[in-house]
């Protein structure tokens, strides 16, 4: 089926949930184009491990013959394989927890089907959401990493699979996936989507987040969660206040990642943008190594028992890090605390007057390879700080390979920021 | 078995550590002194939710026959039943999970077995840790609650029944029920046991926390899942500074309460304790209202899966809770989470010169009754303020029932919280 000559898988979430109010097409249809288009490309992208098109097509069917539920009624999202889901199985990207089976939704992935979603299948994640990839490939190059570790959700919302998809950040593994994959990926301010029914990996980091392939179908989504309006703000009066924010590591980007930001501000600045230079006082440059010990602490801490029973089926990279976790001393784990802590109130100072900063986002194009899922430290950063943060796909690199720039607001202003992340993106479109 | 006319059940932790080191008893006899005081009063007390006899038993010979462990070699510990273990059921306090089994271990339980720790049984919890109890009675008078909603495991290790237990505390949960069972409850600094495996109630306010009999015993057990120092620091050189800190609910406060605190500064002063009064700015009397809007909002957050599933099997109480959450304006919900983040960052400056404050705990005895387990505010106020914070033992009312005073500390200062506490302590026994 198309809609004015575009398939419907095509469409953006709140294309669908507009179509089927006005009773265009039904949420069986929709849920049957994505599974259509993903039997057609999953051999090549690999972004589901969890997919039973039967339990789909009656979770659509159901909706179909009840009142309608919520904002999302009838739209497939994609749930990241460390999120419970009552009636799929739970694998965590994880041998250990082969054929899990939670006793209970996640509160997100609750949330949605109470505002009427269909919870499509559950997509790849790297092993316990770190740094060992799963199976999925790079959408617009196969032989490329499609970032991770939310890979499987950026992945299949790029390639039209699913509109919708959620994610999990702890350093970058929401934004970096979106950014390589080129579409939006928003992590909201710390604790904003609740975590309950997460596979903690580092708590104190973990922030669970979407992607899709609008910034009006992120907001969509984001209202699922907290209850907030449901389309991003304007900046109607005048355009928003931009802080250009190199960061301490311009010095080793890439030229394309030089040229996406550099790039954004001047587009931003002749769209009537006020553009003012942003610096990170010091003392945050810290924060990169203080970001790894937490990492590492919490992942260790978390994963106590897997550790002391299922050693043999951890990956040498996963135990790496728990091994560096383990040895840290507890006061070096206590000072990253306090140094965070210090830093998250001092960064609203940095802001200055800008409603936004405008940052890197990743470190050129995805890598070659599917060993590796990239550098998490661009995105790294601002997760420590529990800022909003998104990417947005506006450039490409020498190889035509997405590289997206990353828009960061203030802690619990992640409505400004979808608002100037609608307004930044639009000049793209 | 008796040592120096002391029933093994009736030794602190450190004095079975102690004990088993020296090869004056075993763990199998210490779990079997356990399992026999059990017996004898669990009957009056209800403390526990699932005990296996055998099961306890069993690890206690496998401690036996292998190396030691960890410093908690052969200790029995007692979990609260919100906390995952992955050979016992695990049912959150609620008909919603009866005989459910998780897939591993919650961090803090995993982290205990890696010390050495028998895991005796899951005690009992009120209802997904709130407000709604279960069956457990206060051993110092049945007809009184134990307080919650750690119910089980601060009546359990009251009575003697087991050295050890652990705890959460998302208002006051931790240390009203040790405060009324007449023991040692301590709350550390938000995050310090990690979290993961544990069903989270309200997430920016859950902490796991610890029930004991003496300071002492909190230390050793804190450090399984901290790795600091095993035993209290000590103030060698001059006294802990103390603030006097009566709180915005000092009006409110029994007769005995209020005795409880000024007689605890008297002490403390006359022991040499530079003893100064602290008032908490007016801003803080707001964040009781705060507390209560994050506290239900969470909630409802994290139980939206037993909400839409399971609604007939969640009480009166709870669902009064979730409906407060489920409409609260979402500003209202931001704007409380921020109210809290802008005080956690004053509160340094409001201690002054003092190490720890000194405060009510409890608004008098443990209310007769077993239908409510006592007002969470004195307790609440410091867990939103995310600081450490315990109970101690030192006063009765005036039906000779225990009333406890509460410390204190800044923010990950919890070594010189306990060093404090066992200051304190010692001057009541």
Redesign the interface.
């Known amino acids: 089926m198309v809609v004015e000559d575009r398939p419907l898988y095509e469409l953006s979430a709140s294309e669908i949930a507009d179509g089927i109010a006005r009773r265009r097409f039904t949420p069986v249809e929709i849920v049957r184009a994505c599974l259509e288009r993903i039997a057609a490309r999953e051999p090549v992208v690999g972004a589901w491990v969890h997919l039973d098109p039967d339990h789909a097509l009656a979770q659509a069917r159901a909706l179909e013959a009840g009142p309608v539920r919520g904002p999302l009624h009838g739209i497939p999202v994609g749930i990241k394989d460390v999120l419970d889901t ?1 009636d799929m199985p739970t694998g965590m990207g994880s041998p250990i ?1 082969g054929g ?1 089976r939670p ?5 997100c ?3 949605l ?2 505002a009427g979603a269909v919870i499509l299948g559950k997509t790849v994640s790297a092993e316990f959401a770190g740094m060992t990839p799963g199976k999925t490939a790079n959408p617009h190059d196969p032989s490329r990493t499609p970032g991770g570790s939310s890979s499987g959700s950026a992945a299949a919302v790029a390639d039209f699979m699913v509109p919708l998809a959620l994610g999990t950040q702890t350093g970058g593994s929401v934004l970096r996936p979106s950014s390589y994959c080129g579409i939006v990926g928003f992590k909201p301010s710390f ?1 904003a989507i ?4 997460l ?2 990996a580092a ?2 980091l973990d922030t669970i987040g979407q992607h899709a392939r609008t910034v009006e179908d992120v907001a969509l989504l984001y209202g699922a ?4 309006r449901k389309s991003p703000g304007r900046f109607t009066d005048s355009p928003p206040r931009v802080g250009l924010c190199r960061t301490f590591m311009w010095d080793e980007a890439a030229p394309e990642t030089k040229d996406a930001v550099e790039g954004a501000a001047a587009a931003v600045a002749t769209a009537g943008a006020e553009v003012t230079e942003v610096e990170l006082p010091r003392a945050f440059e810290e924060l990169m190594a203080a970001r790894i010990v937490i990492n590492n602490v ?1 992942r260790a ?9 299922h050693r043999a089926l951890i990956s040498e990279t996963l135990a790496e890090v728990l091994e560096q976790g383990l040895k840290t ?3 070096d784990y ?1 000072d990253a ?2 140094l965070a ?1 210090r830093l998250r ?1 001092r960064i609203d100072d940095a802001f200055g007057a800008c409603d936004v900063l405008l940052a890197p986002c990743v470190n050129g194009e995805a890598p070659t390879g599917l060993s590796w899922t990239g550098d998490p430290r661009l995105q790294g950063i601002w997760t420590a700080l529990h800022l909003p943060a998104m990417s947005l796909p506006t450039h490409a690199g020498p190889n035509g390979l997405p590289v997206g720039i990353q828009l960061v607001g203030r ?2 202003d992640d409505h400004r920021l979808l608002a100037a992340g609608r307004w930044v993106l639009s000049l793209y479109r």
Not at 103 to 107: E, I, V, W
Not at 225 to 228: K, L, P, R
């Open positions: 009552h927890y899990y006793p209970a939704d996640a509160s992935v609750a949330m089907r109470g604790g609740n975590r309950a029914g596979k903690m708590e104190s969660f907290t209850g907030a919490e801490r978390a994963l106590a028992f897997e550790w002391h029973h001393p507890p006061d206590v605390l306090r802590e109130a802690l619990h």
